[in-house]
């Protein structure tokens, strides 16, 4: 990838007529889930990186500088943002006012466009009523929690940390604070899973809020 970010013409080509949503990785987790493919660090990996990796502090500011040079490739185009969708890893371990920057960031360059729908994904141990007022006061409209299951053996085998119930709960709190769109995420095929179980979590699920399913590889 060349230094200045440049775009082959062959990626900006017709762009003006497609959306332009953002995706913001945060690439941090408190502990590591043993099924999960994505690029996430837990604080003991860091401390052993000798610094080449981005430490949390100074993450938002980072994304921030980032966001500023994707405006500079993509020059004058003046498509504002339709999506805006903060994943990882687990942003939710940055405070909501970081958070709230990196948003703040798309906005003063990009614009946001009438609609917008701003995500971020949650682990359902991280977040607390007051984290979620803050979230929505910054700007985001839409959350998605890790739920993976309702039953507790399925969780352990998942390296979950959070206990049952504690999704639906998260779903009733991120509602009161103030979000119309929350989203649960499941797993299924988990080993040891049985139908009665899976069918638990559904049930769980649908009680509070739209699902959607992820199939393990
Ligand atoms: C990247 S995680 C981020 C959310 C948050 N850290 C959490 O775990 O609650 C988003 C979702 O990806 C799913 N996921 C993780 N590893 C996966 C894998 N290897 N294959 C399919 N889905 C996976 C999980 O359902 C998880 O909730
Ligand atoms: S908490 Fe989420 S992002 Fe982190 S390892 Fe587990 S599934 Fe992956």
Not at 54 to 69: G, M
Request: proline content about 6%; overall charge negative; aromatic content about 6%.
């Amino acid at each position: 990838m060349p230094e200045d970010g440049a775009l082959p013409a062959t990626a900006l080509a017709g762009a003006e007529r497609r959306p332009l949503g953002f995706y913001l990785h945060v690439p941090y987790c408190a502990t590591r889930c043993g099924y999960c493919d994505f690029n996430t660090y837990t604080a003991s990996e860091l401390r052993g990186s000798g610094g080449v990796l981005a430490s949390r502090d100074n993450y938002a500011e980072q994304v921030v500088e980032e966001v500023r040079l994707a405006r500079k490739v993509l020059g004058d185009d003046p498509r504002p943002v339709e999506t805006v969708f903060v994943g990882g890893g687990t942003p939710t371990l940055l405070a909501a006012a970081d958070l709230g920057r990196m948003l703040g960031a798309i906005r003063e360059e990009f614009g946001l466009a009438e609609g917008v729908e701003v995500t971020t994904e949650a682990n359902p141990e991280s977040v607390d009523p007051r984290y979620l007022a803050e979230l929505r006061e910054a700007g985001f409209n839409r959350i998605s929690f890790g739920m993976q299951s309702a039953r507790q053996h399925v969780l352990k085998v998942l390296d979950r940390t959070h206990t049952p119930g504690r999704p639906e709960a998260c779903v009733a709190e991120a509602r009161a604070a103030g979000f119309d769109h929350v989203n649960l995420d499941l797993i299924y095929g988990t080993p040891g899973e049985s139908d009665a179980d899976w069918r638990a979590s559904l049930e769980a699920a649908l009680g509070r809020g739209r699902t959607m399913c992820r199939r393990m590889r």
